[in-house]
Each structure stands twice: as C-alpha cells, then as structure tokens.
C-alpha cells in the first residue's frame, strides 16, 4: 500500500475543483442521484463557491457538502481534504494545534473540523459488531494502576473486545469506556453483558472473558492495541479527559481496523465523510446550551 507524504498529497490535491470532482465520485460513486426524487440527470450550477447540482426532474438544487460533515462549513474542501489525510495516516496522528498550523484556521475550527472526523469514525463502529470467536477483556487509561488502592478519579476504566480470524489474529477491535467505574477494580457480570448485548453478534459468537487484572497480559490479545492506544493519546494531545475519550478511542480503532482490512485509508475516511450527516458546535462537544460554563477536563479537548 502506497503512503503519500503530506507534499505529495497537497500536490495531487491541489485545486477547489480537483477535490470537488473527487468528493462528487465519493458521494455519488455510481452517478448523481437526486436526494429528493432519486433522478439520475441534473445541471451544473456554477454561480457560487461550490457547485449546485439541478435535478432535470424536479428541479431540486443540492450540492456537493449537503449530508456530509462538511455541510454548512465555509472551510475550503481543500483544507477539509488535508485534515481527512492527516487523520487517515495510522501515525502519528493529528491534533487541533498541529493542524491550525498545517491548513492556517483558527484553533477552534481545526478543533472542531477533527471532531466532526471522529464522530464520523464512531457511527462507522457503531454499525459493526464483533463476531466469531471474540475475547473481551479489561483495561484502564489514566492514572497509574495501583493493586492496593480503591479507584483513582483519574482512572477509567474500558473493555477492549477482539474479533479472532481462523489463525486467532485480530480481525476488528473496539474499545469502549465503562459508564462506571467498577468496585474493587473487577468487571462485574452486569458490565459483561451489557458489552456483549451492544457490540457482540448474539448468534454464532464465541465469547472468551479475561477480567481479572491480575492475569499475564500475554493472554490479552488486544492489549497490545491498547497499550499503542494510551501512548499514542499521551504523547499526541497529552493526555484526554473522560468527555471525549470514547471519540478518540474509536478514532484509534477505525484507523487499526482499516489496516486489519488492508483498506485505503484515506480513501476509506473521506468516503465515510461524505456518507455521515453533519453535526453542530452542540453536538460534536456534548454541551446544553445552558452549560457553557463547563471546563474541558485535560489535553485537546476542545476551545
């Protein structure tokens, strides 16, 4: 699989309408096809910054960003293009002050631009389950794991499921934060089953359970992920506080996924981009309108 640098990328890229041409064949793969009537004939518009496309039927005006997460944005797609790139690559990942540098936004638009990418990659998760042969087993992020004290605050705890091939290699992995943490730090039967009932095929799925934190990670086929996963959170945004944790954990699966798949990356991304509706300011930061007032906890979360 060829990995373009980022030079070569803006290279080929280098245009409004070269990305405009590539996100239409993402969009519509198969040819333009009316969002209200599904005619298949339309007239280009070319008036405004992007182009509007004319149903020949029923005159409906769409264009290319509408139910994608670029709708309503006034960034360039060029911009919006080289942020999908940059969180496509497996590593080292982008954060929001990375990439204000690279495509000259403010912090919050680059914050919010690498939101909206996430959420996108947690729908894509939320539609998958494991299946197969399927171990689960426990992990912690945060605060240093201590056998001997209660809970730390600044532990949270998560179950990591591992779909198995035939040869028992990863196939698809997920990562998904407890809403509790446990007592005495074990997984009670309760967590089990509500991990299995949301993210596990129920028919034809052999489920192995390794929750007990004493036991050698070696037995822990996923754990090398996870361990890839903390590092990869500490030393990128420095660390992720509990609100947005879970976005970045699957942002870090679907890009370990897609190379279990032997995807195209970027190709794959920009794809599920164009095939998820947009999200508001609301929305992508999980806030109430009458809770302004609350403070992101730690590391890149947020303006």
């Not at 009537?37 to 149903?55: A, D, M, N």
């Not at 997460?69 to 929001?96: D, H, V, Y």
């Not at 934190?213 to 996923?222: A, D, E, F, Q, V």
Request: charged fraction near 20%.
């Amino acid at each position: 699989m060829v990995t373009l640098t980022l030079d070569q990328f803006q290279d080929r890229f280098h245009s409004e309408d070269i990305c405009a041409d590539y996100l239409f064949h993402m969009k519509w793969p198969h040819g333009f096809v009316c969002p209200k009537c599904s005619h298949r004939h339309y007239y280009l518009i070319t008036t405004r910054r992007l182009p509007l496309y004319e149903c020949a039927q029923c005159s409906h005006q769409t264009s290319l960003t509408v139910g994608t997460i670029m709708e309503g944005s006034p960034t360039p797609l060029q911009k919006w293009f080289t942020a999908i790139f940059l969180a496509s690559r497996p590593s080292p990942g982008i954060n929001a002050v990375q990439l204000k540098e690279i495509i000259q936004v403010t912090y919050k638009t680059s914050w919010l631009i690498l939101q909206k990418i996430r959420r996108a990659m947690s729908e894509s998760d939320a539609t998958h389950l494991l299946s197969g042969m399927v171990q689960v087993h426990d992990a912690c992020y945060g605060h240093p794991y201590n056998i001997y004290h209660q809970t730390h605050p600044k532990e949270h705890f998560l179950l990591v499921g591992t779909s198995l091939n035939e040869q028992k290699q990863p196939s698809y992995i997920k990562m998904k934060l407890l809403m509790e943490s446990p007592r005495e730090k074990l997984i009670s039967t309760p967590q089990k089953k509500s991990f299995a009932e949301r993210y596990i095929e129920a028919e034809d799925s052999d489920v192995e359970y390794i929750t007990q934190r004493l036991k050698p990670r070696r037995l822990k086929i996923g754990y090398p992920y996870f361990k890839k996963a903390s590092q990869w959170l500490n030393e990128t945004f420095h660390g992720i506080g509990i609100r947005h944790l879970q976005a970045y954990l699957d942002e870090f699966c679907y890009r370990v996924n897609q190379a279990l798949d032997q995807a195209p990356l970027f190709q794959g991304l920009i794809q599920l981009c164009a095939a998820t509706k947009k999200a508001n300011y609301w929305q992508v930061t999980r806030r109430r309108r009458k809770k302004q007032g609350v403070k992101p906890l730690t590391g890149d979360v947020g303006p």
